[in-house]
């Protein structure tokens, strides 16, 4: 079904209901840059708490609001950012629900679309849940072969240092299966020897986007590891502990991704919209976007869709965020100097 047909069938409805049953009813995958991460999954967090007591409960809701800063923000030390230290105190104000998680921990989910939107007012910097997925090369020495390659089913304290950091900024990491590595010929000569950008292919293949390829000293958790990072035209590499490679990857990623500025309304026009599906996904796709705050579809014209954006940090913002995906061809700006683009099909 193409758009005209869309048109000529549902003139008296307004777009936004149109759109809403659209989503509703189709199965959307739009091809975009990174996985989707839940908001819960972001929001919530396991901290220690030391006394069973109101104060204790109190300190414990501030320190999980803290690690939720880090992953929503992006940034390393945003649990001690002075600027969002009213958004700490408050902490309490914004739990959800809370419980024991055993072993003196206190596990603590928080109002995600509050917190949100309290960084978005006060002009700071927001990660939103779509988030490039990375795979993980590790190779350890030993054995026969002179090393191997840690696989999604395999259990080690290195491995759980290296989930663990993720976990903690937010990063979806994938580690490949044993058939995997053998369908790509991927052992532990082949990615100790091969560049990181060659090993980026590979990665391709197997579902991530970006690649975290390193080489262990040893097999425990504080090895020191020979990293490389790529995503993109960006690449990184460095010496570090297990827990440093996924927060290279978040820094790159945040300063990529993060939204921030002031709310910003841009006119959007977007051409090769040729299907149903097409439209249904290139909404959720922009929905998903940290730097989209709301959406109107104000006309679908053919196979072009005319959208009003309300967006944190305005035009230049959101062409920053679709420059990072290969889908969007920008256009020479329109008449009243918004962004237009092309999909690739």
Do not use: C
Request: charged share 20%; net charge negative.
């Amino acid at each position: 079904m193409t758009i005209r047909m869309i048109l000529s069938r549902s003139s008296r409805e307004p777009l936004r209901r149109l759109a809403l049953l659209l989503l509703a009813t189709l199965v959307l995958a739009w091809p975009n840059i990174g996985h989707s991460v839940p908001r819960a999954q972001i929001y919530q967090a396991s901290v220690p708490q030391p006394e069973r007591s109101e104060a204790g409960q109190s300190a414990a809701f501030e320190a999980a609001m803290k690690v939720v800063l880090v992953r929503a923000t992006g940034r390393r030390g945003a649990g001690e950012d002075p600027a969002l230290a009213p958004l700490v105190r408050a902490a309490r104000r914004y739990v959800q629900q809370y419980r024991s998680a055993g072993e003196g921990q206190l596990w603590v989910a928080f109002d995600g679309a509050a917190i949100e939107r309290w960084l978005t007012q006060n002009g700071q910097p927001l990660w939103g849940h779509t988030r490039p997925a990375t795979l993980v090369l590790l190779a350890v020495p030993g054995g026969a072969q002179g090393g191997s390659v840690l696989t999604q089913g395999d259990s080690s304290d290195l491995k759980d240092a290296v989930d663990a950091a993720a976990t903690e900024r937010g990063v979806p990491l994938l580690w490949p299966s044993a058939a995997e590595l053998q369908r790509e010929h991927l052992d532990y000569a082949t990615v100790t020897g091969t560049a990181a950008a060659a090993l980026a292919e590979a990665a391709h293949r197997l579902g991530g986007e970006a690649v975290l390829a390193g080489r262990a000293q040893n097999a425990t958790a504080a090895s020191p590891i020979r990293w490389s990072f790529v995503f993109q035209e960006r690449s990184s590499e460095f010496t570090a502990d297990a827990g440093e490679g996924p927060n290279r990857a978040a820094d790159i990623f945040a300063g990529m991704f993060a939204a921030s500025g002031a709310v910003v309304p841009v006119d959007l026009e977007v051409s090769g919209v040729r299907e149903l599906k097409d439209y249904a996904q290139l909404q959720s796709y922009l929905e998903s976007l940290a730097v989209v705050t709301h959406l109107d579809v104000e006309e679908l014209s053919g196979e072009t869709v005319h959208l009003k954006l309300t967006t944190r940090g305005g035009a230049e913002a959101l062409a920053h965020v679709l420059s990072l995906d290969t889908h969007w061809q920008p256009q020479p700006a329109g008449d009243n100097g918004g962004l237009r683009y092309q999909l690739r099909h």
